[in-house]
């Protein structure tokens, strides 16, 4: 899986995934007057608790037992939980340039 795929790369998947997202947020600057602030400690907080929610959560679903599936629901709940407070975390905005044109940001 994923993690094998990292391992064998020799890439911290964290500092991978940020990568991804500061690629994405310059392509997106290009075009949108907002963006998310991937640099604000509560948005990775957020991130993190919702990767370690996921884990737990998938681990308990795949023992079968009614009990875990219970418990896997309420790891989901804390998942849309963190997620709603996310989205309410400021973003960057910027004023949208006269003509958009996508350029390679990378």
């Known amino acids: 899986g994923r993690p094998a795929f990292h391992k064998a790369l020799g ?14 947020t310059e ?7 907002v963006t998310l602030n991937t640099d604000d ?12 929610c996921s884990d737990r959560m998938y681990a308990l679903k795949s023992t079968g037992k009614l009990l875990d599936k219970v418990k ?4 989901l709940a804390i998942i849309a939980a963190t997620f709603a ?3 309410l975390l400021p973003v960057n905005s910027k004023e949208l340039p006269a003509a958009s044109r996508l350029e390679p940001s990378w």
């Not at 890439?11 to 994405?24: L, R």
């Not at 392509?27 to 007057?33: A, E, G, H, T």
């Not at 400690?41 to 370690?52: H, T, Y």
């Open 41 to 52: 400690p509560r948005f990775r907080a957020g991130m993190e608790r919702i990767r370690k």
């Open 11 to 24: 890439v911290d998947p964290t500092e991978y995934d940020y990568k991804v997202f500061d690629i994405c």
């Open 72 to 75: 896997a629901g309420g790891n």
């Open 85 to 87: 407070r996310m989205y």
């Open 27 to 33: 392509i997106s600057k290009q075009v949108f007057p």
